[in-house]
């Protein structure tokens, strides 16, 4: 009887490690404006790898993937705003080691608003948006925009600015442009995913932009192209650095990163020297330790193998349901230092990241 | 005589007739006052009813389709194409979670409750009560920083155990108190009865006061847990989240689970109009939930004033 029950037991115990072995759930957070993406990747690699590996993603925003990233409770984080020297710092004095930033799609920022009988197209170019942004038109009558339009008849209506009020990555990209643009908006305002605004009223989220300018006739706020789009909020048209008037598309947003690239993808691509690039585009970043086993979140080189081909997956054959979903796929020079970095990615010591890559034919 | 009888409506007229201006001043008084009193209370449940119809009428839809319960959640392009999405993991969670907290809270909260009321002249009571109080204001949220500190961090993951205990957090000031009240209202004799039994005081409260004092301590109970029930913060950094059933049974404790009220706010700041639906969904089932615990919690009660009888 008690052999019994001691065979019954050990055979329990030796099964439950290949169960857990068997299926494998990854756990990452950050960015909200990527989350649709990532999600539905999820969704589609649970069937890929019939039903083995689940990812879970959970949206808490750049910041917070960042957070928790650096904290060491996701496998990988991801965020709209990459990681600035002294967060790499920290994280290697944390005993992180490296940390890498690998971009899995293009988030682009478009300014939305609300004119009764003017529908999407108006056209913006980036001195206009910072005077507007800076309080200094204070009309949609005004001279300046009526230039950039001479064919739309604007409503004398006041300019309502409408700015995020929580720490955004889409801040992040739209000030960063706004900074590349206007000399007096670098000097006076700045770049951050928090800004000390000059004028207008804050929203919470994309949703609360969106909330305000769809609300009040005269308003002027800035949204992800998903969600403008969804939500059948009026978009503009913004003319870019070469001077060509551009719609924001996924394919603009797309070209946008069609520049030269550093090694590391640590680059802002807004006001892009590419001709027909989108000029307020960035990439959203999946962050990633190079030395997986120093993430505690991982423990174990099963997790990490399957996290790595994860990854693989997404900038690769994950990236044809960028599309449909209304995401940019990353164009294929970014996804060669992709692969450049993960072939760098280890596993206490072990080459883990150029041994998937080699099963992968990569 | 007729000043002294009960004002029945044609008695009314009468009393007018022969009682003094003042008496009639204070009876008008008192009607203003029971009309205050009642348009105080609409002024109440009204908001409570506009509530409960809103979050019906606009989630009721949801929650009749089956694969609300038996579907995981996924991503938007489920929704958005049409294929199977619920949250039947959310649910799960939400029991796994609320469970737990119910098992860590109860034996500890009663346990305070019991050393507040019974033991006042224990050095240690005076400290724990402040505790509790000081435990009782605290934001929820940094309940669940508490719990991320304690459990995440040291896990190295998200989990439904942190969760569980964050929002233990959360019920056991509010079990103490309750069971103190109660425990208190116990009359003296009874305590008196054990004791002259000769039995030790441990023994009276446990057999005799705490089993008098039991459907109070229920009702304290239900009540704690109809509060955590609907706290989003102290989730938001423990039990965090998850699109999916987990693919183990042990997973819900050791992994990050999904729980209703954190995934009403996601999927209500979202920009799909399907996930709002299932938001306001995700709504009817919390208030489902409460509600049925509260209707419980009410039918206790009144069992207890027929026990007296």
Same mark, same amino acid.
């Given at each position: 009887?008690?052999?019994?029950?001691?065979?019954?037991?050990?055979?329990?115990?030796?099964?439950?490690?290949?169960?857990?072995?068997?299926?494998?759930?990854?756990?990452?957070?950050?960015?909200?404006?990527?989350?649709?993406?990532?999600?539905?990747?999820?969704?589609?690699?649970?069937?890929?790898?019939?039903?083995?590996?689940?990812?879970?993603?959970?949206?808490?925003?750049?910041?917070?993937?960042?957070?928790?990233?650096?904290?060491?409770?996701?496998?990988?984080?991801?965020?709209?705003?990459?990681?600035?020297?002294?967060?790499?710092?920290?994280?290697?004095?944390?005993?992180?080691?490296?940390?890498? !930033?690998?971009?899995?799609?293009?988030?682009?920022?478009?300014?939305?608003? !609300?004119?009764?009988?003017?529908?999407?197209?108006?056209?913006?170019?980036? %001195?206009?948006?910072?005077?507007?942004?800076?309080?200094?038109?204070?009309?949609?009558?005004?001279?300046?925009?009526?230039?950039?339009?001479? %064919?739309?008849?604007?409503?004398?209506?006041?300019?309502?600015?409408?700015?995020?009020?929580?720490?955004?990555?889409?801040?992040?990209?739209?000030?960063?442009?706004?900074?590349?643009?206007?000399?007096?908006?670098?000097?006076?305002?700045?770049?951050?995913?928090?800004?000390?605004?000059?004028?207008?009223?804050?929203?919470?989220?994309?949703?609360?932009?969106?909330?305000?300018?769809?609300?009040?006739?005269?308003?002027?706020?800035? !949204?992800?192209?998903?969600?403008?789009?969804?939500? %059948?909020?009026?978009?503009?048209?913004?003319?870019?650095?070469?001077?060509?008037?551009?719609?924001?598309?996924?394919?603009?947003?797309?070209?946008?990163?069609?520049?030269?690239?550093?090694?590391?993808?640590?680059?802002?691509?807004?006001?892009?020297?590419?001709?027909?690039?989108?000029?307020?585009?960035?990439?959203?970043?999946?962050?990633?330790?190079?030395?997986?086993?120093?993430?505690?979140?991982?423990?174990?080189?099963?997790?990490?193998?399957?996290?790595?081909?994860?990854?693989?997956?997404?900038?690769?054959?994950?990236?044809?349901?960028?599309?449909?979903?209304?995401?940019?796929?990353?164009?294929?020079?970014?996804?060669?230092?992709?692969?450049?970095?993960?072939?760098?990615?280890?596993?206490?010591?072990?080459?883990?990241?150029?041994?998937?890559?080699?099963?992968?034919?990569? | 005589?007729?000043?002294?009888?009960?004002?029945?409506?044609?008695?009314?007229?009468?009393?007018?007739?022969?009682?003094?201006?003042?008496?009639?001043?204070?009876?008008?008084? =008192?009607?203003?006052?029971?009309?205050?009193? #009642?348009?105080?209370?609409?002024?109440?449940?009204?908001?409570?009813?506009?509530?409960?119809?809103?979050?019906? $009428?606009?989630?009721?839809?949801? #929650?009749?389709?089956?694969?609300?319960?038996? $579907? =995981?959640?996924?991503?938007?392009?489920?929704?958005? $194409?049409?294929?199977?999405?619920?949250?039947?993991?959310?649910?799960?969670?939400?029991?796994?979670?609320?469970?737990?907290?119910?098992?860590?809270?109860?034996?500890?909260?009663?346990?305070?409750?019991?050393?507040?009321?019974?033991?006042?002249?224990?050095?240690?009571?005076?400290?724990?009560?402040?505790?509790?109080?000081?435990?009782?204001?605290?934001?929820?949220?940094?309940?669940?920083?508490?719990?991320?500190?304690?459990?995440?961090?040291?896990?190295?993951?998200?989990?439904?155990? $942190?969760?569980?205990?964050?929002?233990?957090?959360?019920?056991?000031?509010?079990?103490?108190?309750?069971?103190?009240?109660?425990?208190?209202?116990?009359?003296?004799?009874?305590?008196?009865?054990?004791?002259?039994?000769?039995?030790?005081?441990?023994?009276?409260?446990?057999?005799?006061?705490?089993?008098?004092?039991?459907?109070?301590?229920?009702?304290?109970?239900?009540?704690?847990?109809?509060?955590?029930?609907?706290?989003?913060?102290?989730?938001?950094?423990?039990?965090?989240?998850?699109?999916?059933?987990?693919?183990?049974?042990?997973?819900?404790?050791?992994?990050?689970?999904?729980?209703?009220?954190?995934?009403?706010?996601?999927?209500?700041?979202?920009?799909?109009?399907?996930?709002?639906?299932?938001?306001?969904?995700?709504?009817?089932?919390?208030?489902?939930?409460?509600?049925?615990?509260?209707?419980?919690?009410?039918?206790?009660?009144?069992?207890?004033?027929?026990?007296?009888?």
């Amino acid at each position: 009887m008690r052999t019994t029950l001691l065979a019954l037991a050990t055979a329990a115990l030796a099964a439950l490690p290949l169960g857990l072995a068997q299926n494998v759930e990854l756990l990452g957070a950050g960015a909200t404006f990527p989350a649709p993406l990532i999600t539905s990747m999820a969704d589609e690699y649970r069937d890929v790898t019939g039903g083995r590996v689940t990812v879970n993603y959970q949206s808490i925003g750049s910041g917070g993937g960042i957070r928790q990233f650096t904290e060491q409770t996701v496998m990988f984080g991801m965020t709209e705003a990459f990681l600035n020297d002294g967060q790499l710092a920290a994280i290697a004095e944390a005993g992180g080691g490296v940390a890498f !930033n690998i971009p899995i799609t293009l988030g682009d920022v478009v300014p939305t608003y !609300n004119l009764p009988g003017v529908q999407t197209g108006l056209v913006f170019d980036g %001195d206009t948006l910072a005077e507007i942004f800076l309080g200094n038109i204070r009309t949609w009558a005004d001279p300046q925009i009526a230039l950039l339009n001479p %064919d739309v008849r604007l409503p004398p209506l006041p300019i309502t600015v409408v700015h995020r009020s929580d720490g955004s990555g889409t801040t992040n990209i739209w000030t960063s442009y706004l900074t590349k643009v206007s000399p007096t908006w670098a000097e006076r305002v700045g770049f951050a995913t928090s800004v000390n605004w000059p004028t207008g009223i804050g929203g919470n989220g994309n949703e609360g932009v969106a909330g305000v300018v769809q609300n009040t006739p005269g308003a002027l706020g800035y !949204n992800s192209l998903v969600y403008a789009a969804l939500n %059948d909020i009026a978009y503009g048209f913004v003319i870019n650095k070469s001077g060509n008037t551009i719609e924001p598309t996924l394919a603009a947003t797309s070209l946008a990163a069609a520049v030269e690239l550093p090694a590391d993808t640590r680059i802002l691509v807004t006001d892009t020297d590419a001709p027909d690039g989108y000029p307020i585009a960035g990439f959203a970043w999946m962050l990633l330790y190079e030395n997986l086993d120093a993430n505690n979140a991982i423990q174990t080189r099963t997790q990490a193998e399957e996290l790595l081909k994860f990854i693989l997956w997404t900038i690769t054959d994950g990236q044809d349901l960028a599309e449909p979903l209304s995401f940019s796929r990353i164009p294929e020079p970014v996804l060669a230092l992709n692969l450049d970095m993960l072939r760098q990615v280890k596993w206490q010591g072990e080459d883990l990241g150029a041994q998937v890559l080699a099963e992968a034919g990569y | 005589m007729a000043v002294t009888t009960t004002p029945t409506a044609p008695r009314r007229t009468r009393l007018a007739e022969v009682t003094p201006a003042n008496l009639r001043r204070r009876y008008l008084r =008192d009607r203003v006052m029971i009309g205050l009193l #009642v348009l105080a209370t609409l002024v109440v449940l009204i908001p409570l009813l506009v509530i409960v119809w809103y979050v019906i $009428s606009n989630g009721i839809q949801a #929650v009749l389709e089956p694969t609300f319960w038996t $579907s =995981d959640l996924g991503s938007p392009a489920r929704a958005l $194409s049409g294929r199977e999405t619920g949250l039947g993991h959310t649910v799960l969670g939400t029991l796994v979670v609320d469970g737990l907290a119910l098992l860590i809270a109860v034996p500890i909260g009663i346990g305070a409750g019991i050393m507040l009321s019974e033991y006042p002249d224990h050095p240690l009571t005076p400290a724990l009560r402040i505790l509790n109080d000081t435990l009782n204001g605290m934001p929820a949220i940094l309940k669940g920083l508490l719990a991320f500190a304690l459990i995440v961090k040291p896990m190295g993951t998200f989990s439904g155990l $942190s969760g569980g205990v964050a929002l233990a957090f959360v019920m056991l000031p509010i079990v103490a108190r309750a069971t103190e009240g109660v425990l208190r209202i116990i009359p003296w004799s009874i305590r008196e009865a054990g004791l002259a039994l000769g039995l030790p005081r441990w023994r009276v409260v446990l057999n005799t006061v705490l089993p008098a004092a039991r459907v109070g301590v229920v009702t304290g109970v239900l009540i704690a847990f109809a509060r955590a029930a609907g706290e989003a913060a102290p989730l938001l950094f423990t039990a965090f989240g998850n699109n999916f059933f987990s693919s183990a049974p042990l997973r819900y404790l050791t992994g990050p689970v999904d729980t209703l009220p954190a995934r009403l706010y996601s999927l209500a700041i979202s920009p799909y109009r399907e996930w709002h639906a299932m938001g306001w969904g995700a709504g009817v089932v919390l208030l489902g939930f409460v509600i049925v615990t509260f209707v419980v919690s009410r039918c206790a009660t009144r069992q207890r004033h027929q026990a007296d009888m």
